[in-house]
């Protein structure tokens, strides 16, 4: 605040007065994965009403196709909580009615060394690799997919139970970024109309015997 005051008591207060507005310009335009209500907008402009129902969606649990334990009910979980609070879509359970099931597996996940001396490694990083599909639930006609790396970097210490709580809450930060951009891309197909322009196109024959 001093320094903003020393500027405008030098006889610039005009070039203060376009600074802020020129940053407020820019706050305006902020783009972010987390969002309450209707989600992000691009430009800053409100997103237009929708008649529209949002579309009902099922999160199925996520195949583990690594070896690490337990991932896929994390995972689902951070998938299903950003879904819920920002995705376009009203996330319901497997029990009711839906009109989208999205389902997905954990490819890989790698632990490349980042740094290291003569005789140990210094810094790691965890690199989740996630798949995830959403179909029609009458027609099982794929309407969208991602192939999504999250990623999170971890020092390595001499104490191997603490690497591997380093290295477990690696993946957890990884798999919170994935689910939030899955949730932030899901937005932004459904608010361009991406979701309208799929139940237009007819789906594929089935090939021929």
């Given at each position: 605040?001093?320094?903003?005051?020393?500027?405008?008591?030098?006889?610039?207060?005009?070039?203060?007065?376009?600074?802020?507005?020129?940053?407020?310009?820019?706050?305006?335009?902020?783009?972010?994965?987390?969002?309450?209500?209707?989600?992000?907008?691009?430009?800053?402009?409100?997103?237009?009403?929708?008649?529209?129902p949002p579309?009902?969606?099922?999160?199925?649990?996520?195949?583990?196709?690594?070896?690490?334990?337990?991932?896929?009910?994390?995972?689902?979980?951070?998938?299903?909580?950003?879904?819920?609070?920002?995705?376009?879509?009203?996330?319901?359970?497997?029990?009711?009615?839906?009109?989208?099931?999205?389902?997905?597996?954990?490819?890989?996940?790698?632990?490349?060394?980042?740094?290291?001396?003569?005789?140990?490694?210094?810094?790691?990083?965890?690199?989740?690799?996630?798949?995830?599909?959403?179909?029609?639930?009458?027609?099982?006609?794929?309407?969208?997919?991602?192939?999504?790396?999250?990623?999170?970097?971890?020092?390595?210490?001499?104490?191997?139970?603490?690497?591997?709580?380093?290295?477990?809450?690696?993946?957890?930060q990884a798999?919170?970024?994935?689910?939030?951009?899955?949730?932030?891309?899901?937005?932004?197909?459904?608010?361009?109309?991406?979701?309208?322009?799929?139940?237009?196109?007819?789906?594929?024959?089935?090939?021929?015997p």
């Amino acid at each position: 605040m001093r320094g903003l005051w020393r500027i405008s008591s030098g006889g610039t207060f005009l070039a203060s007065l376009a600074c802020l507005a020129a940053l407020a310009s820019v706050s305006a335009c902020g783009y972010q994965f987390q969002v309450e209500g209707a989600g992000p907008t691009i430009g800053g402009a409100k997103a237009a009403a929708s008649a529209e129902p949002p579309p009902r969606l099922v999160i199925r649990t996520l195949e583990n196709r690594t070896f690490e334990p337990n991932l896929e009910t994390r995972y689902t979980n951070y998938i299903r909580y950003e879904f819920e609070n920002g995705s376009g879509a009203q996330v319901v359970p497997d029990s009711e009615a839906a009109d989208l099931v999205l389902s997905g597996q954990i490819l890989s996940v790698t632990l490349p060394t980042l740094s290291f001396n003569l005789t140990t490694t210094l810094e790691s990083r965890t690199e989740v690799v996630v798949f995830v599909k959403v179909e029609e639930t009458r027609t099982k006609k794929q309407i969208w997919a991602q192939t999504i790396k999250g990623m999170s970097e971890f020092f390595i210490t001499p104490d191997l139970q603490f690497n591997r709580a380093l290295q477990n809450r690696a993946m957890e930060q990884a798999g919170r970024f994935i689910a939030s951009d899955l949730a932030a891309r899901f937005l932004m197909h459904v608010e361009s109309g991406g979701l309208r322009k799929e139940a237009k196109t007819p789906a594929a024959p089935p090939p021929a015997p």
